[in-house]
């Protein structure tokens, strides 16, 4: 090999070594340069009375029905700079869209509760953080999404046809 593709070649196995590997924090597998998670926020509650609620507590406008009775938010612990982003975007995201309506989030990490994740990758595997799944009123699957999330793409399995 000529000098410059050596040259070229070590730039490029140094960036592929020092990158991150986020299907590797999916997995479990150990990556590079750890960040531990920052205590995340529990969801908000809805308000005591929406604006425009009268003395029993009924709104001119309410929020649609949702087919989702509850929702599992996977992540984790000790990730890398870009997963710990990409987590810390979706659970916001999360909240924005649950803004004033009251779904049960269970949150769990993948790689301290393994046992406790294990039936949702059962259900449907994930291979980017965080994983979220949309879960029916008898624990079914509808929905998951994966990797950083908008409050849209959320809203949309929410509340389908709206």
């Known amino acids: 090999m000529r000098r410059i593709e050596l ?10 070594l020092s990158s991150c590997n986020r299907q590797a924090e999916a ?20 308000p ?3 604006p425009g609620a009268d003395s029993t507590g ?3 406008v309410s929020a649609p ?7 599992v938010f996977i992540g984790k612990e000790n990730a890398c700079q870009c997963t710990r982003a990409a987590i810390d975007a979706s659970w916001a995201a999360l909240q924005e869209a649950l803004a ?14 393994a046992a406790q994740v294990a039936p949702y990758k059962e259900l449907q595997a ?31 399995i929410l509340f389908p046809g709206s």
Not at 37 to 45: D, E, G, L, N, T
């Open 100 to 113: 004033g309506v009251s779904i049960p989030i269970e949150q769990l990490y993948q790689d301290t509760q």
């Open 48 to 50: 005591a009375t929406a």
């Open 126 to 156: 994930f291979f980017a953080l965080p994983a979220i799944y949309f879960l029916d009123a008898s624990g079914g699957f509808l929905n998951q999404l994966q990797g950083e999330v908008t409050a849209g793409q959320i809203r949309a």
């Open 58 to 60: 009924a709104t001119a």
């Open 7 to 16: 040259v070229v070649v070590g730039f490029l196995a140094v960036a592929a």
């Open 65 to 71: 029905a949702s087919p989702v009775a509850r929702i």
């Open 27 to 46: 997995n479990n597998s150990p990556g590079s340069s750890a960040t531990p998670r920052a205590p995340m926020a529990p969801p908000a509650p809805p």
